[in-house]
């Protein structure tokens, strides 16, 4: 199949908004300025800028005729080769755009799909974005094969050339997208696997926004050294760290793949096995930059890619991070107040990390339950599970052969321990501040 390489080199873009009716213009803007920054993020300079006011879109190329004109015209006039519009393009618009302004034409996915090539590292990253690229081209292949048309004279021979051509790319494509999907089964089932052995650890999954500040959160609670820039789409992998300073019990926590508006479907499709780890965990850290024009929006979007992959039911702390960029310094007050269940932090000071911690142990301290059990001394493996999984508040070694101990933990530890327990009670509520430093040692 013909080697797709979104953009070359050295390419300089025009990009493209349309806003209807319906449309805020600020939200509008806001996405022009973000596709200018994912454009940047493949090192691809923005020559010019362009918005349309329509009632609707054109279904021949989405602008109207005058201002396709306009748009060829200011390529021309900066030397533009590529041309981004900020939404879905279907195959003739791309045809149609291609052919009047004579440059490279895509959409926002295309954009966000060539991303996620360059920086996918893993084997299963560079796997579910090859799925996504392959399924995003496909019905696109057609206008791949009009340059060769139009170099060839425009003659029959040449058509029919690439007619050929273009069911055998389709052709290819399928059967390329069925061995990768079957790979990325394999992948699944061992990260499956490998989630299977973790069922019992207590796990927190980060989520948010690219560039929101996560892997910065990530390094800050669990002293990672996780690459973290300020750019859009530098993790693709679940990373799975332990927090420290530890915990008893031991608290996981995973880094994962940045959310973004108007993430392709396909995107979500095949990184649904990396997901995983947010629909599997028992608590979420939404990380929200509180210093972006349009944090709200930006909240919004996270929460509906977590509607789509079915994790909008596990609980949620939102983490309003950059307060030290925040130049309204009332607003992390107001948004606390907005969202009872949020903290203000800054992940680069160390006393917000440390209350961070803190109240994400005082989360799944809330729950647990105290028990006391006498296991046998010889079951070292035993006390080893319950050293683990549990805090020991108090022990008693005095009775030979048996050892005694007084343990808080999580309802499903405890369990594990029942042939040793010898009665459970639900501890006395205590305040926030104190009960969240339970556990540390």
Known sequence: MQNFQEFAPGTTAIVVGVQ??????????????????????????VAGRIVQKRSKLSPSCMLGTGKVEELRDLARSCGARLVVVDRPLSPPQIRNLEEITGCQVTDRSGVILDIFARHARTNEAKTQVEIARLEYLLPRLSGAWTHLHRQRGGGVASRGMGEKQIEVDRRRARE?????????????????????????????????????GKTTVMNALTHAKFQAKNALFVTLDANVRVLDPATRP????????GFIRNLPHSLIESFKSTLEEVIDADLLLHVVDLSHPNYQAQMDATRKVLREI??????VITVF???DSVEDKFLPRIMRGAHPRSIAISALNDEDIVRLRDHVYAVFADAFICADVEIPAEKVDVIRLMFNSCMVLASDYATEGVARFHIQG?????????????KTWHPEPRGRKNHAKIGSI
């Not at 209807?20 to 300079?45: C, F, K, Q, R, Y």
């Not at 069925?178 to 089964?185: D, E, G, H, P, V």
């Not at 594990?416 to 327990?421: F, S």
């Open 310 to 315: 079915g994790a909008d039911e596990v609980p």
């Open 176 to 212: 390329r997208i069925a061995r990768l999907k079957a790979q990325l089964k394999n992948i699944a089932r061992e990260k499956a696997t490998q989630r299977k052995s973790r069922r019992n650890e207590l796990k927190v999954a980060l989520v948010g926004y690219t560039n929101s």
């Open 20 to 45: 209807l009716p319906e449309d805020n213009p600020a939200i509008v803007a806001d996405d022009l300025a973000e596709l200018v920054a994912l454009l940047s993020t493949l090192g691809i300079p």
């Open 321 to 323: 991070n950059k307060i």
């Open 410 to 422: 999580p309802e499903a530890a405890i369990a594990r321990l029942k042939p040793h327990v010898v």
């Open 250 to 257: 031991k608290i996981l926590l995973s880094d994962t793949v």
